[in-house]
């Protein structure tokens, strides 16, 4: 809203004169000005309920206590929220809150989160008047997830809110009525949703808790990182809670970043990769046809010597890099094979067209949208993609748009999508002529709106990335576009020049050879892959080659190498990553493992140990370069460094095209799936098995 | 069909036709009987006339609230892009309270004319008489009616040439004393759960999805075609000044002459009590009186004596005329007992919304259980006023103070009953005679 | 799942008397007609419910264990509902709600073994003026006392 079409009122609340927009809920307006009107069921954002009674306050002429969080505030209003009948009132809503509630503090995964034991610290009786049997009902799995103890909840719905506003799932209801009413999930005795547990982490009390996390930890024992997550590509903020070298859980309970509070099931609780049994924590090198643990000095000087005499040759070496590995390493990782190796044979697993987006856009500004943008375009155009699968954020960012801002949302996919619950218009396109006539036919609504934001996924492609920009062009509105891409850094691995034809920031380079290329060579001398697993679908044709492979775990692409060494993830690694929406935002490492190290730091060993000149290799050293150095990645360093999300300009001018749209193909992850992320993921597994998943890989 | 007979006392508006001999409800016998004219005067007459002549009336809503029903129909916006509903309260369900049916089950389609003008008013096309589920023969007979209207032209498209169109519908609740309370009874009839609504906005503005809803109970819409045929003024001049009318009255508990009579507001109690209802069996004493449902505040003999049944009245003695149902507890009633059984209820009927009503309703039901058991100690009783008073005002609908009102005034009335209770408990409850629940 | 022709019926009408789009307003009443018919909500019904209002399952969920007519299990042939509030308890529903329950054997929403009958103590019936009333299924019975309830106990039995 702009500041000028909203009128102000006066009102005053305990004395204070205070200025609020007219119609702001008289609670939010006291909040703004420091004055807490304390509250179980109000929740910004979210539908009202006015049912838990906390915030009752006295306003002057009305006969009766009313709930601050329903009653807009008006000009003149004398509100009290401190006068012995409000604070009385309070006392008497948790006195009967804490009658049937089971007062296990001392094992309750809540204990010292617990807004209830907040609030009756803040505002309760010292005393308890109860006397009766407490109602009692045992406690329910529904999920691997999902845990729910119900004599623990209060009612405040905001559980089933979050799951049917926020999420659009609405695998949460009421069921029984008076003071045996209860929280029920879907299917009877078990959920059936997106397992993204927000319903745990809005909950006020501990009557849903995480299978994670019960009974891991105290809420003080452990430390917070906030981090951004590693699976997909959408880059929410998450914070670890860590406790000896263990991720015991991720939420985004304090705000930060782009996502707010969002998260999706992978945010959450994907993280337990972290400690799969078979995760690697020494370098392995080959030796009579067996993979043996060796010292890392050995594995280096082995590949160090191997690259050296292969580079001196001039022999083929081939290097595939990552879609998880942070900026910096991708950075470093083409700078070591083109300076280093000599080769131009570099490529990485594309997940969607960015490049023939950029190459389209070329010559407009502000075109590419960014996460803000869905959440306030006012029309929002998605296009071969189940975005609540896929993008789970963004499909968030779009919901909450609808949900406040009554956005317009067109949707063309395949097949049906959450999307459709609100779209304006849902098409389905079964190839790609259909796919064309199905946007083609929603040209007349799409121009008639002011604004737009156009998001494909890996169904546009090549020339069709051109059309769909002079489709949005033809309009003469707004309209920005989002190139869809798969992992946590699929678009630094594009703007970091892992192309076969480009450098970093998309400049031309010497072309080399595409990744299906380097496998199907059968005179390649040398693979080295770095946080990939390009063997899981395909074939290497060289026999001979030597193949070097830096991964978590033993992959089918590892289980080929010569030499493995035991990589760390994103949890354990500084850096920077680019999320699809081309922002940057910076890691922080909050667990190690011994024996594993950062892929920059294997790099960097290696160049040493061949005597290359490539520069600083410290994470800080090569952001500095890559700011300097690759076109859009002159942001500010504070934003980033202080946790927030750096949009990356985009690169305004005419790319070369390597024409090979087809090496553009998703991973086809689902919500419960992510690469080799997910196969080690004990959770993530279990939710694939479990009898309500909504999604099935 | 169900009727007692008519008392002489008895100022017959409502039910003229249900006393006339033979009469059966039919459509026929209402045609007859000259139903159905007032909403053919109505179609003579402006909206806004129509309004008037209600607010002239001084009638107000016969629900329990009693909200003056013309201001109600007022705030009906003229213009509006979505429909408008007409919506009946029969769901009858205030401990006490059985004078809708009577109306129903007599005299149906005095009812149907009663929407139909409503209708006419607002530009209403479509509406439902929500009936409590319990009620299963009265949504057959509506029904029946219903289709006797369709089929003479009361009802359905171009009614009687006037060009208007209104369809009418029986909708059958499942048992949920809430959803006597209109917005939750607008959620029921969505098929939710029947939890009341946040309001601002009333259901005039929107109700019924979301659209402008004229929302009354049964006696209210049944008494607008009298309205019509004698006149605001005439029809007010019934009652006494601010409450205009006759209303139906429920006389229940211990009468000799129990019954639903339709009364002038403003008729004594004390008539009430001994004439129409026959006195007090056995010559008892009244020890106890509740003016009209059991969410009333209950009033002593002595105060209820010299009272008149009517708005005023009622609220200058701390209580309300409520909804019609008058309760009588002679001398020998045991008001644990009763202050217990409506707790019960209470705890029973609370939807489980918001926190006071809750906890509240069924802590206080497990109090006074102990109480009337003889487990409980004198700190109990003032915790029962206590936590009834930490209800009162503060619950998210009315159904909290309705709990409350009727406990405060048993406990600060009868204390000495409460008293007399725990007088030979010897030792605090044990675990075993504490009550569970469910 | 399939219902008599009636309750087809009565299904479609119920079905017709919403506007577009608003059919879920039948969930409560097709639930309540459809239990008159097979004895009870079961999950199946839930789930039939569901399909034809066009609602999710738990949707329904959440207003049958709202209503207290809708039972998740079956009742008796007769299932006797004694009112024991205010008005029926001044003239003696309590006394008759204990003579049904020792008559019949049976306490608060049980059935009896042979599935006769079954019993509760329910809220006000609305039928006050009348008290203490009862129903046996949808009938209602008024100013009963235990001799006119062992009469009509033993009629019904003699319809079987």
């Given amino acids: 809203m702009v500041a000028s079409d909203v009128q102000t009122v006066t009102i005053n609340i305990n004395g204070r004169e205070i200025q609020a927009p007219s119609g702001q809920l008289l609670i939010d307006a006291a909040k703004q000005s420091g004055i807490e009107v304390p509250a179980f069921c109000y929740y910004e954002g979210m539908a009202l309920q006015a049912a838990c009674r906390m915030c009752l306050v006295k306003i002057e002429k009305m006969p009766k206590l009313q709930a601050a969080c329903t009653i807009p505030v008006a000009e003149g209003m004398i509100v009290h929220t401190e006068v012995p009948e409000v604070i009385e009132a309070r006392k008497s809503m948790l006195e009967f809150l804490l009658s049937n509630h089971p007062l296990d503090c001392p094992v309750c995964d809540k204990g010292g989160e617990c807004e209830l034991q907040d609030m009756t610290f803040r505002y309760g009786l010292g005393e308890s008047r109860f006397t009766e049997i407490k109602i009692h009902t045992p406690e329910k799995q529904w999920s691997p997830v999902v845990y729910f103890d119900s004599p623990r909840c209060i009612l405040c719905y905001r559980c089933v809110r979050v799951c049917g506003e926020g999420m659009g799932v609405h695998a949460l209801g009421v069921v029984n009525r008076g003071v045996v009413s209860e929280i029920a999930p879907n299917l009877n005795d078990h959920l059936n949703c997106d397992e993204c547990g927000a319903c745990i982490d809005i909950c006020p009390v501990g009557a849903l808790t995480s299978g994670p996390y019960r009974y891991k930890t105290r809420p003080w024992e452990m430390n917070h990182v906030g981090t951004v997550c590693t699976h997909c590509s959408n880059g929410c903020k998450t914070t670890l809670g860590v406790k000896n070298d263990e991720i015991i859980r991720g939420n985004n309970r304090d705000r930060s970043g782009l996502n707010d509070e969002f998260l999706c099931v992978k945010g959450r609780y994907g993280w337990d990769f972290h400690r799969h049994p078979e995760r690697l924590t020494s370098p392995l090198v080959r030796k009579d046809g067996k993979l043996v643990e060796v010292p890392w000095s050995e594995a280096l000087k082995t590949v160090a010597n191997r690259f050296s005499e292969i580079a001196a040759r001039g022999g083929t070496i081939g290097v595939a890099g990552s879609n998880h590995t942070t900026n910096e390493e991708n950075f470093f990782l083409q700078k070591f094979a083109r300076q280093g190796l000599k080769t131009p044979h570099i490529d990485h697993h594309r997940t969607g067209d960015v490049v023939a987006l950029l190459d389209a856009l070329s010559g407009s500004t502000g075109s590419l949208g960014t996460a803000e943008d869905f959440l306030n375009s006012k029309a929002i155009l998605v296009v071969g993609a189940d975005l609540s699968q896929q993008q789970p954020f963004l499909a968030n960012q779009i919901r909450t748009n609808v949900r406040h801002r009554q956005a317009h949302v067109y949707v063309v996919t395949p097949g049906p999508v959450r999307e459709d619950q609100t779209a304006k218009a849902s098409v389905r396109y079964t190839d790609a002529g259909t796919l064309d006539r199905a946007v083609a036919g929603l040209h007349d609504a799409l121009k008639a709106e002011p604004e737009l934001l156009i998001v494909f996924g890996d169904a546009i492609r090549g020339e069709q990335v051109k059309r769909l920009v002079e489709f949005g062009a033809s309009f003469g509105t707004a309209v920005k576009y989002v190139c869809l891409v798969d992992h946590a850094n699929s678009r630094g691995a594009s703007d970091m020049g892992l192309y076969p034809h480009l450098g970093p920031g998309y400049s031309s380079v010497d072309k080399g050879m595409a990744l299906p290329e380097m496998l199907g060579d059968a005179t390649l001398d040398a693979l080295w892959v770095v946080g990939s697993n390009p063997l899981k679908k395909a074939a290497l044709a060289s026999s001979t080659a030597f193949v070097v492979v830096q991964d978590l775990f033993l992959t089918e692409t590892a289980q080929r190498a010569d030499v493995v060494f035991p990589a760390a993830h994103a949890y354990e690694k500084s850096g920077t990553i680019t999320n699809v929406c081309g922002q940057v935002q910076r890691l922080k490492p909050g667990v190690r493992t011994m024996g594993a190290k950062p892929d920059l730091e294997i790099m960097g060993l290696l160049a040493k140990e061949m005597g290359l000149k490539l520069g600083i290799w410290t994470h800080d050293a090569l952001f500095e370069e890559i700011r300097r150095t690759v076109r859009g990645y002159n942001v500010p360093l504070p934003l980033i460094q202080t946790g927030g999300a750096a949009s990356t300009e985009p690169v305004n001018g005419r790319i070369a095209l390597d024409g090979r749209p087809e090496l553009v193909v998703s991973s086809g992850d689902t919500l419960y799936t992510s690469g080799t992320l997910g196969r080690y993921s004990k959770m993530l597994n279990s939710l694939i098995e479990s009898p309500g998943a909504l999604y099935k890989a | ?438 | 799942m399939t219902f008599s022709p009636t309750l087809e019926e009565r299904f479609s009408k119920l079905l017709d008397s919403y506007p577009e789009g608003k059919t879920r307003s039948a969930v409560i009443p097709m639930l309540l007609y459809a239990q008159d018919e097979i004895g009870s909500v079961t999950p199946e019904l839930v789930q039939e419910v569901a399909r034809r209002c066009r609602v999710t399952p738990l949707q329904v969920e959440e207003v049958v264990g709202y209503y207290s007519m809708l039972h998740r299990k079956p009742m008796g042939r007769i299932h006797l509902q004694v009112c024991t509030n205010i008005s029926c308890m001044l003239v003696g529903a309590m006394e008759l709600y204990g003579h049904a329950s020792r008559k019949l054997g049976i306490g608060h929403k049980q059935v009896t073994a042979d599935g006769q009958f079954s019993l509760e103590e329910v809220e006000c019936m609305g039928a006050c003026s009348w008290a203490p009333a009862i129903q046996t299924n949808y009938d209602f019975h008024y100013n009963v006392t235990p001799e006119k309830l062992d009469q009509l106990l033993d009629s019904l039995k003699k319809i079987q």
């Fill in chain 2, 1 to 438: 069909m169900l009727l007692n007979k008519r008392h002489p006392e008895e100022v017959l508006v409502l039910t003229k036709r249900i006393h006339e001999p033979g009469y059966d409800g039919s459509i026929d016998a209402y045609l007859k009987h000259g139903g159905y004219k007032q909403y053919l005067k109505a179609v003579e007459m402006t909206p806004e006339q129509v309004i008037d002549e209600v607010k002239v009336s001084n009638l107000r809503g016969r629900g329990g609230a009693g909200f003056p029903t013309g201001m109600k129909w007022g705030f009906v916006p003229r213009q509006s892009e979505k429909p408008k509903y007409i919506v009946v309260n029969a769901d009858e369900s205030e401990p006490g309270t059985c004078k809708d049916r009577v109306l129903m089950e007599n005299d149906p389609h005095l009812l149907i004319e009663g929407c139909l003008i409503a209708a006419r008013t607002i530009g209403a096309q479509l509406g439902y008489i929500y009936i409590r589920g319990e009620y299963r023969f009265l949504v057959e007979i509506t029904e029946r009616a219903i289709d006797e209207a369709y089929k003479a032209g009361w009802l359905g498209e171009n009614i009687q040439g006037t060009g208007q169109t209104f369809h009418l519908r029986a909708h059958t609740g499942a048992g949920a004393y809430e959803c006597g309370e209109e917005s939750a009874l607008l959620e029921s009839l969505e098929g939710k759960r029947g939890v009341p609504r946040i309001r601002p906005p009333f259901p005039a503005v929107s109700g019924l999805y979301q659209s402008p809803t004229i929302l009354n109970n049964v006696e209210t819409f049944a008494a607008v075609p009298s309205i019509l045929e004698m006149g605001g003024k005439a029809w007010a001049a019934l009652g006494i000044e601010k409450a205009g009318g006759t209303k139906l009255t429920c006389l229940t508990g211990h009468l000799n002459n129990p019954g639903v009579f339709e009364l002038p507001l403003g008729y004594p109690v004390e008539k009430m009590i001994n004439t129409v209802g026959g006195g007090i069996p056995k010559g008892r004493k009244l020890k106890a009186f509740i003016p009209g449902g059991s969410s009333c505040p209950v009033l002593t003999g002595d105060e209820a004596w010299p009272l008149t049944m009517d708005y005023d009245s009622m609220a200058k003695a701390g209580s309300m005329l409520g909804s019609g149902g008058v309760v009588v507890m002679d001398e020998t009633t045991d008001m644990v007992k009763a202050a217990l059984r409506i707790m019960h209820f209470y705890a029973h009927e609370s939807c489980g919304w918001c926190i006071p009503c809750r906890e509240g309703t069924t802590w206080l039901k497990k109090i006074l259980h102990r109480l009337d058991e003889g487990h409980a100690t004198a700190k109990d009783i003032d915790l029962v006023g206590d936590l009834a008073k930490n209800m009162l005002g503060r619950t998210f609908c009315p159904l909290g103070d309705a709990a409350a009102l009727p406990t405060i005034s048993i406990v600060h009335k009868f204390r000495h009953e409460f008293e007399a209770k725990i007088a030979h408990t010897a030792a605090p409850p044990t675990a075993e005679q504490l009550v569970a629940l469910n």
